[in-house]
């Protein structure tokens, strides 16, 4: 079963204007959720992740992304995206009472392109 | 923040050899360490889980003969593809995660290339 969705493979943008990138996952169990973004030829750095507390997560290079559990969603945004975000972006989650340590599932990734 | 490595970053072999890769946790001890695959333009696959001391735990479908795993210290764990074909051609990806944390910290990957 897949547990995160990534619905768009390719989302290009504008330099200076906003970007939403989507994901949900479906689990019966309370998960992690995590943002992870590869730059071209490099390992995967994270964005932003959220454990508890407030659902609006925010994290590095000006990017947040909010929980929605009603809507099982953690989508990324960022109000004004610049050449430099450039990249592919990967959703992850962890489930909560899963069997295996700390394994993350991943999306199938959103390649962002940002045009000059 | 945490600083994974990886070595090499990029080899290339001929089919038959075998290659080693080593994933270091630079600045914290990783009691768990996990190896992923990634398939050009696809996400990462897990291959397999490794727990510092002790035996790795592999995912459906990953050959635990072919892709040997070692974890023998909480600084450095090693998976060496053994008599690698060019199917095995892939990008290798570790990552380290500390004892009470949920986050993994990954390495920038190695690009295997097998002729």
């Known amino acids: 079963a897949q547990s995160v969705t990534q619905l768009d493979s390719q989302v290009p943008v504008f330099e200076e204007a906003p970007v939403e990138l989507r994901c949900n996952y479906s689990?019966?169990?309370?998960?992690?959720l995590f943002w992870y973004v590869q730059y071209p030829n490099q390992g995967l750095q994270l964005l932003l992740k959220y454990l508890s507390g407030s659902t609006l997560v925010k994290g590095i290079n000006g990017f947040e992304a909010e929980f929605n559990k009603s809507q099982t969603s953690f989508h990324l945004r960022k109000p004004s995206v610049h050449i430099s975000d450039t990249a592919e972006y990967f959703c992850a989650v962890i489930l909560m009472g899963s069997t295996g340590a700390n394994n993350l599932f991943f999306g199938t990734g959103t390649r962002l392109t940002v045009i000059p | 923040g945490a600083v994974v490595s990886q070595h090499p970053s990029w080899v290339i072999c001929k089919s038959g050899t075998s290659v080693k890769i080593e994933c270091r946790s630079l600045?914290?001890?990783?009691?768990?360490m996990f190896w992923y695959r990634q398939f050009p333009k696809q996400s990462l696959m897990l291959m397999a889980t490794?727990?510092?001391?002790?035996?790795?735990?592999?995912e459906q479908g990953v050959e635990k003969d072919k892709f040997l795993i070692n974890h023998a210290s909480l600084t450095l764990s090693t998976l060496t593809v053994t008599s690698a074909h060019p199917e095995d051609s892939s990008f290798y990806i570790c990552s380290a995660s500390l004892l009470v944390t949920d986050t993994q910290y990954f390495g920038p990957g190695t690009r295997l290339t097998v002729l």
């Open positions: 600045d914290f001890q990783a009691t768990t």
């Open positions: 689990s019966s169990v309370s998960v992690y």
């Open positions: 490794s727990n510092e001391g002790s035996k790795a735990t592999y």
